[in-house]
């Protein structure tokens, strides 16, 4: 019972050691208590949010790039599509035996020629075909005569071809003194896989 007694006894002297701190000294405790506590919540409430946003804009983040690597591939399949339509002809060709693909290209080079208003001299072709890595070359050799602007215009015609017809060596000589009219040597190739 004593020691109740003390108990109390100490809990009055805390009480009037209290009530005996002047106004300012309270607000001050009262601060600090203040400031504490909102340290200590920071400290355990507000950093896991933080924590949770950090890993958030770090998924976020990875979602980003990964949207962008998506986006890219999206992209390249666009451009292999439009290529693929580019080379549709080409492709669906070389389904044709090779001695038909063969005679195409050469009537494919008159073609662009006459139409060009070029005068075919020689249309000679290479009957033995060269055997590379993973496809056959065929050659032809073009001799014609022509203004320098129906040149121009069979040069135009051969890029934009459905046979992708390659230019493998070109010759343009003046026939005359004034060069009115042109030479053009040329070999001609295609690829068939």
Do not use: H
């Not at 400290?43 to 804009?57: C, H, I, P, V």
């Not at 986006?71 to 549709?88: G, M, N, S, V």
């Not at 390659?166 to 003046?174: C, E, M, Q, R, V």
Request: proline share 3%.
């Amino acid at each position: 019972m004593v020691a109740e007694y003390k108990g109390l006894e100490n809990s009055m002297k805390q009480l009037n050691q209290w009530r005996k701190i002047t106004g300012r000294q309270k607000i001050l405790i009262y601060i600090t208590c203040g400031i504490v506590g909102v340290f200590l919540m920071e400290r355990f409430f507000f950093a896991s949010l933080r924590s949770k946003a950090k890993e958030l804009n770090r998924q976020i983040k990875v979602e980003e790039a990964n949207l962008k690597i998506g986006l890219e591939i999206q992209k390249r399949k666009e451009r292999a599509t439009e290529d693929y339509q580019d080379y549709r002809s080409f492709l669906s060709a070389t389904e044709k035996p090779e001695k038909e693909l063969f005679t195409g290209f050469l009537r494919e080079i008159e073609n662009l020629a006459q139409k060009a208003g070029l005068s075919i001299l020689n249309l000679t072709p290479n009957n033995e075909p060269q055997n590379l890595k993973d496809y056959k070359k065929y050659e032809a050799d073009l001799r014609a005569e022509g203004s320098l602007e129906n040149f121009i215009k069979f040069l135009e015609d051969l890029q934009n071809n459905s046979l992708l017809i390659k230019l493998d060596k070109l010759a343009l000589t003046p026939k005359d003194e004034q060069a009115n009219i042109l030479k053009l040597d040329a070999t001609l190739s295609i690829s068939i896989p």
